[in-house]
């Protein structure tokens, strides 16, 4: 079990850009690979970005490569998402969540535990 908690959101306008820390708690953190999710009011939890234990293996959803970048410094027990070119749709709550699978999956039941969520909003 790891203990997850993120931080950076925040008010932002269009066309900004926000960098979430999600930090771990934990000896094991390596071993875990990292998934962020975001969900908006009233939508279910989607799947953002995803990254492996050792970092050299990204995932990310359509709507957001080449705008969002997922990494992660062992070392400090922390994963980033750094988004850039933030626009309205983007706003929501962003969680990071941790699962034991090598290869990190796209559904938030495949991740055992989860932070408590920062909020994203982008003004127009």
């Known amino acids: 079990q790891v203990q997850l908690v993120e931080s950076g959101g925040g008010l932002v306008q269009a066309g900004g850009s926000l960098r979430l820390s999600c930090v771990a708690s934990?000896?094991?953190?390596?071993?875990?690979?990292i998934g962020w999710f975001r969900q908006a009011p009233e939508k279910e939890r989607e799947f953002v970005a995803a990254?492996?234990?050792?970092?050299?293996?990204?995932y990310y959803t359509d709507s957001v490569k080449g705008q969002f970048t997922i990494s992660r410094d062992n070392a400090k027990n922390t994963v980033y998402l750094q988004m850039n070119s933030l626009k309205p749709e983007d706003t929501a709550a962003y969680y990071c969540?941790?699962?034991?699978?090598?290869?990190?999956?796209?559904?938030?039941?495949?991740?055992?535990?989860w932070g408590q969520g920062t909020q994203v909003t982008v003004s127009s």
């Open positions: 934990g000896r094991t953190f390596s071993r875990y690979a």
């Open positions: 990254i492996n234990w050792s970092g050299d293996r990204t």
């Open positions: 969540a941790a699962t034991i699978t090598t290869v990190p999956g796209v559904r938030f039941y495949e991740y055992h535990d």
